[in-house]
């Protein structure tokens, strides 16, 4: 009785073996499609990246000058004033709008020593220098 018990636990483990076998053979090739589609991702990430590189690369461009064959003077100092401008390395698109700010004014009961602090920040902010 032993003897039929071994060999029936003999033939369970070959069974248990063999399908463990299967299956490894199944997630090894599972893992290799996953890594196939990885490649092929990666490489569409890559394609796309060196697209956007080459897009970026032509901003670097200065833009071509603009063409003046509208009849329309306004739109035309207009595009003048792009085109300097982007020659220049700006546009107003990206710019801040200027903040007007005015010389303070010295009236009789002001504090002197306020109205010299507020000028002194009036000439730091327009950057003017000290002998002018």
């Known amino acids: 009785m032993t003897c039929a018990r071994v ?3 003999a033939l369970t483990m070959d069974a248990h073996v063999a399908a463990l076998e299967a299956s490894t053979s199944k997630n090894q090739g599972i893992l290799e499609t996953i890594q196939c589609l990885l490649e092929d ?4 990430i890559d394609k796309h990246l060196d697209s956007i590189d080459s897009r970026r690369e032509g901003f670097d461009q200065p833009f071509p ?3 003046y064959d509208d ?4 739109s035309r100092r207009r595009r003048e004033r792009d085109h300097r401008e982007r020659e220049k390395g700006f546009s107003s698109e990206n710019r801040m709008p200027f903040v007007k700010i005015e010389f303070p004014r010295f009236s009789d009961g002001d504090d002197p020593i306020e109205w010299i602090y507020k000028a002194e920040q009036y000439f ?3 950057a003017v220098p000290s002998e002018k």
Do not use: E, L, N, Q
Request: proline fraction near 12%; charge should be negative; hydrophobic fraction near 20%.
């Open 7 to 9: 060999r029936t636990r």
């Open 65 to 67: 000058p603009p063409s």
């Open 124 to 126: 730091d902010y327009f």
């Open 71 to 74: 009849d329309d003077d306004g």
């Open 41 to 44: 991702k990666f490489a569409s």
